[in-house]
């Protein structure tokens, strides 16, 4: 009979891992699209009063996603950073980023798109951060000055993989407002004219 130190190591499921103390309290791919999306085209209303451009839309769609595109599959699947929640979802990063990409913003004549990349990105890094802030978790914002300041380590994040994340994700329990954003970002879309749609179909930008 194999001893408790001998035994191979199993990774915890996705339920397992919801039912431990301390996990990130997580929004998810849609979620982060819906808020972005809300966001910038009351911001583009108000501001331009029209509905947002199809090429503004789909750098603002990849903004409210790379934290995550930076960070899972450098922490889950390479091992390279410390946390799911480190380099991109750092504020310093973020400045970094948005001074070169605001360079090539100016050399292209594409600031507005860029302007769309970084709302994204600013968005996603405010709506992890949010619960953490409510609830007083402090040691939780790490990832908000890393490398500066250390991010904080959740039981069995590092056992996750990206796929087994989706493969065992239960829709059916999905967060309410989670789905009602989603709903309600795809309903404002559609009341804008489907913006990206003509991009995409047309191969234009």
Excluded: C
Aim: glycine residues 8%; proline residues 7%; charged residues 20%.
């Amino acid at each position: 009979m194999l001893d408790q130190q001998n035994r191979p190591r199993t990774r915890p499921s996705i339920a397992q891992l919801k039912r431990l103390k301390r996990t990130p309290a997580s929004m998810l791919p849609w979620g982060h699209a819906a808020v972005g999306y809300l966001y910038y085209s009351f911001i583009v209303r108000v501001r331009d009063r029209r509905a947002p451009t199809g090429p503004a839309v789909l750098t603002l769609a990849v903004g409210t996603q790379l934290p995550d595109l930076i960070d899972k599959p450098l922490a889950w699947s390479l091992g390279i950073l410390p946390s799911g929640r480190s380099l991109g979802h750092s504020l310093l990063f973020a400045v970094l980023l948005t001074i070169v990409v605001w360079v090539v913003a100016q050399r292209y004549d594409r600031q507005r798109e860029v302007s769309a990349l970084m709302v994204g990105h600013l968005l996603h890094v405010l709506a992890d951060s949010t619960p953490a802030l409510i609830a007083g978790n402090w040691e939780e914002l790490g990832s908000l000055l890393w490398p500066l300041t250390p991010v904080y380590q959740y039981t069995g994040e590092m056992d996750q993989s990206i796929i087994g994340f989706f493969l065992e994700l239960d829709l059916t329990a999905l967060p309410l407002p989670g789905v009602v954003l989603s709903l309600l970002a795809i309903g404002v879309w559609i009341f804008d004219g489907r913006p990206g749609i003509d991009v995409i179909r047309d191969r234009r930008w």
